[in-house]
Nanobody, 115 residues
């Protein structure tokens, strides 16, 4: 499976961005998925996860109420809508399986939030 993330960019604090993750192959729809991020000098962390059918979602406390994860299995695509962005959200964002990110990592998409 090949993962391709897109949608990152530079935004001012308080702004919004929408990320997309597209997966090749036919197994996307049967897997729970997640967005991860790696900030400079920090370990990669799980940001948000979504069940295979999209009916269950979870978020790390720091993004609750600001980020929304969703997916469209017909398009093999997962999304992350990020609102009210903060400088501490600056990171490279990746998508992968949840709970174990066993697929090869994509290149990620850089999100930079300026204060």
């Amino acid at each position: 499976v090949q993962l391709v993330e897109s949608g990152g960019g530079l935004v001012q604090a308080g702004g919004a961005l929408g990320l997309s993750c597209t997966a090749s192959g036919s197994t996307f729809s049967i897997n729970d998925m997640a967005w991860y991020r790696r900030a400079p000098g920090k370990h990669r962390e799980l940001v948000a996860s979504i069940s295979s059918g999209g009916g269950s979602t979870n978020y790390v406390d720091s993004v609750k109420g600001r980020f929304t994860i969703s997916r469209d299995n017909a398009k093999n695509t997962m999304y992350l809508q990020m609102n009210s962005l903060k400088p501490e959200d600056t990171a490279v964002y990746y998508c992968n399986l949840d709970p174990e990110p066993m697929w090869a990592w994509g290149q990620g998409t850089q999100v930079t939030v300026s204060s």
